[in-house]
């Protein structure tokens, strides 16, 4: 089969497209043919080394992409409720840039029947990291205030559709280009960063969701009301910072949940989500895909295609 390989840590020189055997799966695992994956930030920041620390395998390695849709090709002996044919997707880790991928029974949900695979390939770990950031992390609740950074990109598209159907304000920071879109999917206000300072417009917030980092985290300790909540998935927020301005202040990370992820796919089927591709990549374009994604400012999401 074919798969996605990095050979060192640094640009696109160290992608390789290579011929690798098929995976073998253990007793509680899938074996699923992938139909589609999503590109996510944390792939170009794993090709460069930086999660060396806690990704550092022997190379060449298989390490690239987190989530994915495709069909069950074999069950293990010891899984229930799935079974050859079915249409799965879900958050699986690292290494699903491949034709085939053996990923744990517990990680997989139903895709959601009225999304196609490329559609169901984009949602899983930035609409896990949305939900839980917003409700898990920081604790939303209806008639809040929260202020979700890059809402027009995938984690935070999301976040601006689950925190108004949760019944809180939503302002959201976009550029002017993406206003309207962030808008249509919820957001109260939408600041331009390119031209607003946000922090100069806005206070007493109860949660800033920062899903930029940079000077959006730099800039969002003051715009919380004391006891707020600064919840940032890029990077550690100050806590000298935060104790200065009396909030809660964390980094957080996803789990996977493949209940939640049934739910959303029932939201999905109701009308009541939606998600916008911004571009699909075979896999021989994925450096092309990693370069998109490295330079930011994406509305929706990237996909890698293994299936046309």
Do not use: C
């Amino acid at each position: 089969m074919r798969a996605i390989r990095i050979t060192g840590y640094g640009g696109n020189e160290v992608i390789s497209l290579d011929e690798v055997p098929l995976p073998a799966i253990q007793d509680h695992q899938l074996l699923v043919r992938v139909h589609a994956s999503s590109v996510n930030p944390i792939d170009w920041k794993v090709r460069e080394g930086y999660l060396r620390a806690m990704l550092d395998p022997p190379l060449p390695a298989q390490i690239l992409g987190g989530d994915f849709s495709g069909v069950v090709e074999q069950v293990g002996t010891a899984v229930t409720g799935f079974k050859a044919g079915d249409e799965v997707y879900g958050a699986a880790g690292r290494g699903l840039w491949a034709d085939y991928v053996a990923v744990d029974a517990a990680v997989a949900a139903h895709k959601p029947k009225s999304l196609d695979h490329v559609h169901a390939a984009a949602v899983p770990i930035v609409a896990l990291t949305s939900w839980q950031s917003l409700f898990e992390g920081g604790g939303l609740k209806a008639g809040q205030t929260v202020l979700i950074h890059a809402a027009a990109g995938g984690v935070g598209g999301f976040g601006v559709q689950f925190a108004h159907q949760a019944g809180a304000r939503v302002v959201g920071t976009a550029s002017a280009a993406n206003a309207d879109y962030v808008r249509g999917l919820g957001a109260d206000e939408v600041i331009d960063y390119r031209t607003v300072d946000f922090s100069t417009v806005l206070h007493d917030l109860d949660l800033v969701a920062d899903y930029a980092g940079g000077v959006s985290l730099d800039r969002s300790y003051s715009v919380l009301k004391p006891g707020g909540t600064l919840i940032s998935i890029v990077a550690e927020p100050d806590k000298e910072q935060a104790e200065k301005a009396h909030i809660s202040a964390k980094r957080f990370r996803m789990h996977p949940d493949p209940a939640r992820l049934e739910e959303f796919g029932a939201l999905f089927d109701a009308g009541k989500l939606k998600l916008e591709i911004a571009a699909t990549f075979s896999l021989n374009e994925v450096a092309e895909a990693l370069d998109r994604s490295k330079a930011a400012h994406t509305r929706g999401k990237l996909v890698i295609r293994l299936v046309e």
